[in-house]
């Protein structure tokens, strides 16, 4: 058996975005029946802007690169955009359809958790699909804790789905006073 090269953890650049929309694209084709319209995907230049953006504003925005290929993307935006919120983001990570199965979704969780930590943020939200039980168990494993379930709020395949939410606090930021942020964040 062959040995798989190491998974690099860094920042996107726009030489990333291709990538990382054939990525999405796939996940959210995927989740859809045949017949439903998925034209509002965003374009790349929606997402080279998207990305600086949330670069300019602190956000972790990275990628997991193996043998020069994108093997998967993970980003935070704010969880509420109203000031009292500043401190909680809500997450995302998706990861090639090739490449699931090998520790790219935990690698990019364990970066996001630490630069998200380093950024000052205090929580950390995410939305998993209820049957998603591999997103489900590497939330636990990274200490998130379910918090709420959102019975049946999405429809594919001829059935209704569940949303659920999981939550973690991120280190000192959990419990130290919140260092001010500037208001330019939100």
Known sequence: MEQESAVIIRPTRDSDVDAMLAIYRHHIRRGVEEGVDDNDT??????????????????????????GEVVGYAYVVL????PAYRYTVKHSIYVHH????????????????????A????????????DNTASLAIHERFGFTRVGVLP???YRYGRWADSVMVQRSLGAGATAPPTPLPLSTY
């Open 42 to 67: 965003p374009q790349p230049d929606d997402l080279r802007d998207r990305r600086k953006n949330l670069k300019n504003r602190r956000f972790p925005h990275i990628v997991a690169v193996r043998d």
């Open 79 to 82: 969880f509420r955009k109203r």
């Open 98 to 117: 090739r490449h699931i199965g090998r520790g790219i979704g935990s690698q990019l969780m364990r970066g996001l958790i630490d630069a998200c930590a």
């Open 119 to 130: 950024a000052g943020f205090r929580q950390m939200i995410g939305y998993i699909d209820g």
């Open 152 to 154: 049946a709020v999405a």
